[in-house]
Structures are given as structure tokens and as C-alpha cells.
């Protein structure tokens, strides 16, 4: 059983940045492809950032290339989300998750999700 906390939500004005956190327990994630989504109000949840381990690759969605940089610290047990340049349309509950399908970034059938952390950006 693996347990994924979110952290490092809050509220930002257009352009700032923030920095999210997903601390992982209950076992090691180093080998699993791990990501982050985003759910806004209204909308159904959506891929947001992927990154594999080993050999890493990161994977983006469009709107956030350039912006957003995902990273992962496995002896913490730990991914990150650097998001820069943030935006209204950034607004969201964000979320952890793993393990993904490498070649896809979807969620595996017995993946596990964290609770969401709220990101605000106003304008």
C-alpha cells in the first residue's frame, strides 16, 4: 500500500510561481512512473506532468511546456512540480499519482492517488 501527500497549494497572483510536493509512504515509488494531474471547477481531471525513473523522461501537457517542471528526489521518496508563470487557467486541485503507464501517462488500474492540493492563481 502506497500513501501520496500533496503539498505547496495556496493562492498566487498571474505570474507567480509555486512549488508542489508528493511525499510518498508505505513503500518505495523509485521504480514506478509517477505524475501529476489537475482537476478545475468544472472540468473533468486532466494529465499534467509525467516522469519515469532509471533513464528519467518527463512528459508535459501542452499548455504548461515551458512553465511547469516536473522532478523526483527517490531518496526522499519524493516528486515535485515546479510551476512558473502561473496563470488563472492554472487553477485547480492538483494531484499526485502512481504508477503510471510509461508509454501512455495513464493512471495503472491499481495506481494510487493523493488528496489534491488547491492551486489559485487570480488575476
Known amino acids: 500500500q502506497v500513501q501520496l501527500v500533496e503539498s505547496g497549494g495556496g493562492l498566487v497572483q498571474a505570474g507567480g510561481s509555486l512549488r508542489l510536493s508528493c511525499a510518498a509512504s508505505g513503500r518505495t515509488v523509485s521504480s514506478y512512473v509517477m505524475g501529476w494531474f489537475r482537476q478545475a471547477p468544472g472540468k473533468e481531471r486532466e494529465f499534467v506532468a509525467g516522469?519515469?525513473?532509471?533513464?528519467?523522461?518527463?512528459q508535459y501537457t501542452d499548455s504548461v511546456k515551458g512553465r511547469f517542471t516536473i522532478s523526483r528526489d527517490n531518496a526522499k521518496n519524493t516528486m515535485y512540480l515546479q510551476m512558473n508563470s502561473l496563470s488563472p487557467e492554472d487553477t485547480a486541485v492538483y494531484y499526485c499519482?502512481?504508477?503510471?503507464?510509461?508509454?501512455?501517462?495513464?493512471?495503472?488500474?491499481?495506481?494510487?492517488w493523493g488528496q489534491g492540493t488547491q492551486v489559485t492563481v487570480s488575476s
Open positions: 499519482a502512481a504508477p503510471l503507464d510509461a508509454r501512455t501517462m495513464a493512471v495503472l488500474p491499481n495506481g494510487y
Open positions: 516522469i519515469t525513473w532509471g533513464i528519467v523522461r518527463t
